[in-house]
């Protein structure tokens, strides 16, 4: 073995990757010496136009390109939301954009409902604060370059004429496969866990009745059944990072190029595109509401309380995590 390759396996990844994993993921990174020009492969699950992509990601990618004077590229490749975490250990891509997924991200409580302001760029930026202090535990071999929170994720119809929330027991609703889930079952309705992007397509279709989903990727004719609410009824939290080993092929200058965005910073900027991008679909494409009865609201929020008391029991140190939690994302909502 080469003096290169043991400093890969030195840093490479441990404890719960494979023997398979770590061998492919040497493959990948020790092939390219450090003064080539290398492209960095970032798995996601975002649809093509999604503004998380086009509006924070690729302009990040392409400054990182210029900061690197060219040897440094970022591509980005479509995976299944299921699969990204398994891709990424299996060494398939050595960076990812992801969801929360036990022993890897332990950020369920991001996900929560009524945890999110209503706000992606406040939460993003109160979310990445949080992981930087521990409160939400990130595999130590990814090196965390952003968190992401998608939310409001508001609930949303297909119809000509508002839908009322009395009528939607026995309805079918797809929700944002963050771990935590929507606590809509209380409302007596049928839940589907599917990314947003998914969603869409099941409610475009009438294969379910409604979905959360942000507003920029719902289909045409929608109508929003609004919360009485300060926090999101549901937010979808993101991380994005690259493997610390693959780290170890670059030079100091594309390093530098890569970590130039300040992650706070980054985490912020995307949280603002997708605000952005709900505030333009929110005026270009006006669409029905109605309000939640109190008394369902009610019900929602208790159970909502339920599904934060028993992700917080299930932790360790759950209370005092959830606690945490709470007090950085109120101090990034003061900011």
Wanted: proline share 10%; hydrophobic share 50%; glycine share 8%.
């Amino acid at each position: 073995m080469t003096s290169e390759s043991s400093n890969c396996v030195g840093q490479g990844i441990c404890g719960g990757a494979a023997q398979i994993a770590l061998a492919a993921l040497l493959s990948l990174l020790c092939t390219a010496a450090p003064a080539d020009d290398v492209v960095l492969s970032c798995l996601h699950d975002q649809p093509p136009e999604a503004a998380l992509l086009t509006h924070a990601l690729q302009p990040w990618a392409d400054e990182v390109a210029v900061e690197s004077g060219g040897t440094l590229r970022i591509a980005w490749k479509a995976s299944s939301g299921a699969e990204l975490w398994r891709a990424f250990d299996v060494g398939e891509a050595p960076c990812l954009l992801a969801p929360p997924e036990p022993g890897k991200w332990d950020a369920a409580l991001l996900g929560l409902p009524f945890i999110a302001p209503p706000s992606s760029e406040r939460a993003s930026r109160g979310g990445w604060d949080a992981m930087a202090s521990g409160i939400l535990p990130l595999d130590p071999t990814l090196q965390p370059l952003a968190v992401v929170v998608e939310a409001p994720l508001p609930l949303l119809a297909i119809g000509a004429a508002p839908p009322m929330p009395q009528a939607m027991s026995g309805a079918t609703v797809a929700v944002p496969n963050a771990p935590s889930g929507v606590p809509l079952e209380a409302l007596g309705v049928r839940v589907q866990v599917t990314p947003p992007a998914e969603a869409a397509r099941r409610l475009s279709s009438g294969a379910v009745d409604f979905a959360v989903l942000p507003r920029a990727l719902a289909p045409p004719g929608l109508v929003e059944v609004a919360l009485d609410t300060d926090r999101a009824l549901a937010g979808r939290p993101l991380v994005l990072g690259v493997a610390r080993a693959w780290l170890e092929v670059l030079t100091p200058a594309q390093r530098a190029s890569l970590m130039a965005g300040n992650p706070r910073r980054l985490s912020a900027r995307a949280g603002r595109a997708l605000d952005r991008a709900e505030d333009v679909a929110r005026a270009s494409a006006p669409s029905g509401s109605v309000l939640w009865p109190e008394a369902q609201m009610t019900r929602l929020r208790d159970a909502g309380a339920a599904a934060q008391r028993n992700a917080a029991a299930a932790l360790p140190d759950g209370r005092a995590r959830l606690s945490a939690l709470r007090a950085a994302l109120d101090e990034a909502e003061a900011r």
